[in-house]
């Protein structure tokens, strides 16, 4: 199928629905594509067309704004989402250093995913829990005050999840 | 002094008092009194000059006095207006608008309702950001509990008066906590802010008079209002009234929130509060106001905290963010992660924070790197200073202060960096160079073993040598050593 009409093919009806609750869809996009995000997994080219089409607004305003805010992201993503927390507190108190230990463990480097899909590598920004710097954070789940050697057990303890 | 040396708290009066999901308990500590009685025993007028009176001023950074925004947008013409909170808590190592929301939504709640009163508005919108997942759970909490209890919606304690306050979660971009940013966001678009004036109290949000307060500035109005503005200007100085809450990180002994009044030296707060300094090791610095802030060094520890002090020493007040930083850590390094923040950061709206803090973190890289030379701490100078007045908005036109103050207070770290391409502190990794001493090696060989590059070479019980040229640095012999045999400088 030529891919103009598999994307007019594909379906959306979570989306749909969602917005046909909206009580007003003037400046509904954002909360569209967390909506989108949180369903997918990520914003695929498909799924920022049909957003497009239904919020009545140009393609490449929705592009704009999927690529302008770091949260939301173009590509699947890994099962334990590794956050490795940059923010000055947890920078003061090491954790570049917690950050190049998984780097080593995990043999990729931030940004990437590990083969298996199953850890994508990444940094973020202050997660306001400060008190516990250095701070990892595992999907929703907070690790505080890890130290390098701390990094092992807790991919090993993600490892043993991931066959299930 | 009681034991609190010497902390006040009004905005974070509730916290970790109440049961943040039970507004009974809110209401228990006199909450929602200020709503009835800006409702019932004052006028819009009357509740603006309180605010005006007590000298309340924006907690978000830049200090502007909040009743005069109130009055403002209190003045503008329009049948539609808006009341605004930005809870978009980007600066890193800052947590204090997380805790109020989390520990006393309510306080927030009411004040943007009498703000609303104050100013003719009947809708509010907190914009938050979607990294706080707890506080977004509470404050939809509290929004249904005040709803059904009436304080909050249609015909508010039965006053004829109505006002909704919605939540909009941000979706990860530093540059929403800038307020016209921040309303492009709300209305779906990329969070890029916008020419000013117009200000948003003349049009803002959709283009109507907006009003928008930080959460913490919000935290103080009901008590402003129930114990009326003369209250308030006992705490403070004659120019920053009241209190401040910083967030206490980096190396300091005890960490997290306080409340002071404004005014308070600095050294009280990190040496009496804070309990001094891990480890027993020195004071170097302390930063505050985040990626647009400076470092302070520590002769200047006996500088009151307010606006003014901290703006004449090339910092800002800043959200609260206040970084604690001792002997080993490097400023050059500090300055470099700041400038990797902002750099990242920029939305690329206007051409000197774009360009400009790109250019400013090459150079920075070059410097920590060992590429470094004199010329290049006068070209940060001279560029850190065109990227802060040409910038549009805030975040360009502060983040050069942590270069900028480095450069200034740090001067000498600098110059090692470029001259000698050595790090004091140690810090940055790529200056830094591993020998083996011979005099305690025991030639085990687990360096040579363990070491990524096989750069270590010797044989067994014989002292071994690192090829400094192939060396990458990775610290794992250092780590590795049974003897500790390793140093590096």
Request: aromatic share 8%; net charge neutral.
């Amino acid at each position: 199928m030529p891919q103009q009409a598999a994307e007019a093919a594909a379906s959306f009806p979570e989306i749909d629905a969602y917005i046909d609750g909206l009580p007003d869809i003037n400046g509904a996009l954002i909360p569209v594509l967390h909506r989108a995000q949180e369903e997918y997994g990520y914003l695929s080219r498909e799924v920022q067309l049909h957003i497009a089409r239904r919020l009545q607004i140009p393609a490449s305003k929705v592009f704009g704004v999927a690529t302008f805010y770091s949260l939301f992201t173009l590509e699947k993503k890994g099962k334990f989402r590794i956050n490795v927390c940059l923010g000055t507190a947890c920078f003061v108190r090491g954790s570049e250093a917690i950050l190049r230990q998984f780097e080593t463990d995990l043999g990729i480097k931030a940004r990437e995913t590990t083969e298996d899909f199953l850890f994508p590598l990444d940094s973020i920004r202050c997660v306001g829990a400060c008190g516990l710097a250095p701070v990892v954070m595992v999907n929703d789940r907070v690790y505080g005050r890890v130290k390098p050697e701390d990094v092992k057990g807790i991919v090993e303890e993600h490892l043993k999840r991931g066959g299930e | 002094m009681s034991d609190n040396y010497g902390q006040v708290r009004i905005a974070l009066r509730n916290c970790g008092v109440i049961d943040p999901e039970k507004i009974g308990d809110y209401i228990a500590q006199g909450g929602y009194d200020a709503l009835a009685k800006a409702i019932f025993e004052m006028t819009p007028a009357e509740i603006i000059d309180t605010v005006k009176k007590s000298g309340l001023r924006g907690r978000g950074g830049a200090g502007f006095p909040t009743g005069l925004k109130w009055e403002l947008s209190g003045k503008s013409e329009g049948d539609e207006k808006y009341v605004m909170c930005n809870a978009d808590e980007g600066d890193p190592g800052a947590f204090m608008d997380r805790s109020i929301l989390e520990g006393d939504p309510h306080s927030v709640l009411e004040a943007m309702v009498i703000c609303g009163r104050a100013i003719g508005a009947r809708q509010g919108i907190i914009y938050i950001r979607a990294e706080y997942p707890l506080a977004v759970k509470r404050l939809q909490k509290a929004i249904g509990e005040a709803e059904e209890l009436g304080l909050l919606g249609d015909d508010i304690l039965g006053s004829g008066f109505d006002f909704g306050i919605r939540l909009y979660l941000g979706a990860g971009a530093f540059v929403c906590g800038e307020e016209t940013s921040l309303m492009n966001s709300v209305q779906g678009g990329r969070g890029e802010p916008r020419i000013k004036p117009p200000f948003p109290a003349q049009a803002g949000l959709w283009k109507k008079p907006t009003n928008i307060n930080n959460v913490e500035t919000y935290a103080n109005v009901c008590r402003i209002i129930l114990n009326g503005w003369e209250w308030f200007r006992q705490f403070g100085t004659e120019k920053s009234p009241g209190t401040k809450v910083f967030a206490l990180a980096g190396k300091v002994n005890n960490v997290g929130l306080v409340e002071v009044p404004m005014g308070m030296p600095l050294r009280h707060i990190i040496e009496v509060i804070g309990g001094g300094i891990q480890n027993g090791r020195k004071l170097k610095a302390v930063q505050t106001g985040g990626p647009s802030g400076g470092c302070i060094p520590e002769e200047h520890m006996d500088t009151p905290v307010d606006y003014e002090s901290l703006v004449a020493l090339g910092s800002i007040m800043g959200s609260g963010g206040m970084i604690v930083l001792d002997e080993d850590d490097c400023m050059v390094n500090i300055a470099q992660f700041y400038l990797k923040f902002t750099a990242e950061e920029s939305c690329g709206k206007c051409t000197p924070c774009r360009i400009g803090n790109r250019r400013l973190l090459e150079i920075l890289e070059k410097i920590t790197t060992g590429g470094g030379a004199e010329k290049d701490m006068i070209d940060l100078d001279e560029l850190g200073n065109i990227v802060r007045d040409c910038s549009l908005c805030g975040l360009g036109q502060s983040s050069p202060n942590p270069v900028l103050s480095t450069l200034k207070y740090f001067r000498d770290e600098y110059l090692v960096h470029v001259n000698d391409k050595r790090c004091p502190s140690k810090r940055c990794t790529a200056l830094l160079r591993y020998f083996i001493m011979p005099e305690k090696c025991i030639g085990c060989t687990v360096c040579a073993r363990n070491c990524p590059v096989s750069c270590i070479s010797g044989e067994r019980k014989k002292t071994h040598v690192i090829d400094q040229a192939r060396c990458i640095k990775c610290n794992t012999c250092y780590e590795k050593c049974p003897v500790n045999a390793i140093t590096k400088e």
